[in-house]
């Protein structure tokens, strides 16, 4: 076993990890489990995630910024790493579950290596059960989703087909009397399938950060409330943009009054959208 890998007896497991029933015996961690006053959310969801579902990670995730909120997650294509990525942009900590060893050489999925070592580099960490150099295996993955609800007090739930692994973490987060969260999706899309399931058995329904924040027990800090208070986190090319739409406007009107390359604005406007500024809805921007 490497240096950088610490093996976790029961008695240093995270508190809430210790409450659930079927409980790991050991755990191996890279990095540093975060401690202290935090509240824990798992984003799961489909690995054939759609634009759709990626929007609505970064939405939420991103409405999250400045919380003393862990997001855990498991590694995986899809839905997983688009949680473990928003977390990181937005500055919040982030915890992996992969469902294999965490030996560089048996990390799964291989493309998410470099995203690993980015969530170590920020403060985060890696946890599994497995032996180091266990490869991944079908069974492995619905095994360690216990972990990742055992870990939180919530699970959010992003895209789902209606036989798909993020519905046994579903199951599981009502089985250990965690909040389930669930996004509502298009009633014409496969991978909102199985999310809607649950809706129907009384999951809380979440559209927006603040959903989240309520059902975690978290009071949200308005923030700033003017341009002026804004001023000093904003830059030039963002206040134009507030000051634009002071009053609400479509993203046609928007991009013309900024004046600039379109490929540059739209950048713009989707960086300003996944650190929670604005947000659009039928093709209108406004303040978040």
């Known amino acids: 076993m490497d240096s950088d890998l610490k093996l976790l007896p029961p008695e240093d497991f995270p508190p809430l990890l210790t409450e659930i029933a079927d409980a790991p015996t050991q755990l191996y961690v890279r990095g540093e489990l975060p401690a202290g006053d935090y509240k824990w959310l798992a984003v799961v969801g489909s690995r054939a995630c759609t634009p759709y579902g990626r929007q ?4 939420l995730i991103g409405g999250l910024r400045g919380q003393r909120i862990i997001i855990v997650s498991g590694l995986a294509f899809g839905i997983d790493t688009e949680a473990h990525k928003a977390a990181l942009d937005v500055g919040l900590t982030t915890v992996a579950v992969p469902g294999s060893g965490l030996d560089w050489n048996a990390l799964y ?3 998410n290596v470099g995203l690993a070592r980015e969530i170590l580099a920020k ?4 946890v599994s059960e497995f032996e180091p150099t266990q490869l991944a295996r079908d069974y492995m993955f619905a095994q360690r989703n216990r972990i990742m609800v055992g870990l939180t007090h ?3 739930v992003i ?13 599981l987060a009502t089985e250990y009397n965690r909040e389930l969260l669930v996004v509502p999706g298009s009633i014409f899309s496969a991978e909102s399938r199985g999310t809607h399931q649950f809706l129907r058995l009384g999951a809380t329904a979440v559209t927006s950060a603040r959903d989240v924040l309520q059902a975690l027990g978290v009071e949200k ?3 700033p409330q003017t341009l002026a208070e804004l ?3 904003l830059s030039g090319e963002e206040m134009k943009v507030m000051r634009i739409i002071a009053t609400p406007c479509p993203r046609e009107e928007l991009l013309n009054g900024l004046e600039m390359p379109i490929t540059d604005a739209n950048i713009l406007l989707s960086t300003m959208e996944i650190k929670g500024l604005i947000t659009e ?3 209108v921007i406004r303040i978040a």
């Open 123 to 126: 403060g985060g960490a890696l």
């Open 231 to 233: 001023r000093s986190d």
């Open 109 to 111: 999925p291989k493309t």
């Open 281 to 283: 809805e039928l093709g």
């Open 159 to 171: 895209e789902a087909k209606e036989r798909s692994g993020s519905l046994i973490t579903a199951r």
């Open 154 to 156: 919530a699970t959010l």
């Open 56 to 59: 609505a990670v970064r939405h």
């Open 221 to 223: 800090d308005d923030g």
